[in-house]
């Protein structure tokens, strides 16, 4: 499951008007949170990948302290706007074997930085799992893509030629991760499923580089 918990900092009914939008949703942690927990519970669900839970603010502590204790946490945070992505996952059926994060920027996977033209710096948090029951291996990802340009930014570029820049890293690392689990567990070809929030649609670029890697779920019967 892929899980944006929308911690925008931003009053609800100020992002309803701003969207044009009639419904006004509360994004507050007290009610999002209960909320995520009986998704999770009522969907069973083995795996999540979270997107916008900053560092310091409420959902972070919530996260820590009230957390389902079935659940553990592998998470990961920008340094920037201490954005973070969270994996969180059922303790009892999947093991962490591995886990790491690269930062989608040119010729810096290791090192924190962003893309010229991003907005701000964006990273990948993945873990490598090992199901308990049967002993498969698999890897999930977790990623939140650029929304708009930095404001500094004086080139031609728009926000989906940014994703699309940070989608091409993203394929880029995916061989990568797989070499590295084969060199430390001896796992060949290891599946690699990818979670976030794009902020894209079909047909775009960012959207085409990663179909090209990877099987759409939508498509997956």
């Known amino acids: 499951m892929s899980y944006n918990i929308w911690d925008g900092g931003r009053p609800d009914a100020v992002y309803a008007a701003q969207n044009n939008s009639e419904s006004i949703v509360n994004i507050e942690v007290e009610v999002r949170a209960p909320?995520?927990?009986?998704?999770?519970?009522?969907?069973d669900i083995d795996v999540a990948g979270l997107q916008e839970v900053s560092a310091n603010t409420k959902w972070v502590r919530w996260l820590r302290d009230n957390?389902?204790?079935?659940?553990?946490?592998?998470?990961a945070h920008t340094f920037d706007i201490r954005s973070?992505?969270?994996?969180?996952?059922?303790?009892?059926?999947?093991?962490?074997?591995?886990?790491g994060i690269f930062w989608?920027?040119?010729?810096?996977?290791?090192?924190?930085?962003?893309?010229?033209?991003?907005?701000?710096?964006r990273i990948c948090n993945w873990a490598l799992f090992r199901v308990k029951a049967t002993g498969e291996a698999f890897v999930f990802m977790d990623t939140h893509l650029a929304a708009g340009l930095c404001k500094t930014a004086a080139s031609d570029a728009t926000p989906s030629k940014v994703r699309a820049a940070q989608t091409k890293i993203l394929v880029s690392q995916i061989p990568v991760i797989r070499e590295s689990v084969n060199e430390k567990f001896g796992i060949e070809d290891?599946?690699?499923?990818?979670?976030?929030?794009?902020?894209?649609?079909?047909?775009?670029?960012?959207?085409?580089?990663?179909?090209?890697?990877?099987?759409?779920s939508i498509f997956l019967s």
Do not use: H, S, W
């Open 104 to 121: 989608l920027a040119e010729g810096a996977p290791a090192t924190p930085a962003k893309l010229a033209d991003g907005d701000f710096q």
């Open 84 to 99: 973070g992505v969270y994996i969180i996952y059922r303790k009892e059926r999947l093991e962490v074997l591995d886990n």
């Open 67 to 75: 957390l389902d204790e079935k659940y553990g946490m592998v998470a």
């Open 190 to 216: 290891c599946p690699v499923i990818l979670v976030g929030d794009m902020n894209a649609v079909m047909g775009t670029d960012e959207y085409n580089n990663l179909a090209g890697a990877l099987d759409d």
């Open 35 to 43: 909320k995520m927990v009986a998704l999770l519970n009522g969907e």
